[in-house]
């Protein structure tokens, strides 16, 4: 068997396979937020905390605020709905 081409292993990776779950539905889900907590993490791994820290202009939401609130917003979806 040969190699699988890069298409062919791009498209495996696009994939939806739903975690286990009791409905379908929320293992999609809880997949596709599994996948962007990944790419986030890869995206913000050489940032150092100064950068998370900077605020655009006095005010202004910085890195670090923006990840607080979307790990809130997380918790939230998924302990509270």
């Known amino acids: ?3 699988p081409t890069n298409e062919q292993m791009m498209i495996e990776q696009l994939r939806i396979e739903p975690l286990s779950a009791t ?13 962007a907590r ?3 993490r890869r995206t913000l791994a050489d ?13 202004g ?3 670090g605020t ?4 979307i790990a809130a917003i997380e918790i939230d979806w998924l302990f509270c709905e």
């Open 61 to 63: 939401n910085s890195i």
């Open 38 to 40: 990944r790419r986030l």
């Open 66 to 69: 923006l990840l607080y609130h």
């Open 1 to 3: 068997m040969s190699e």
């Open 23 to 35: 409905d379908p539905e929320i293992g999609r889900a809880l997949w596709l937020l599994e996948g």
């Open 47 to 59: 940032l150092d905390e100064a950068l998370l820290d900077w605020e655009p202009y006095p005010g």
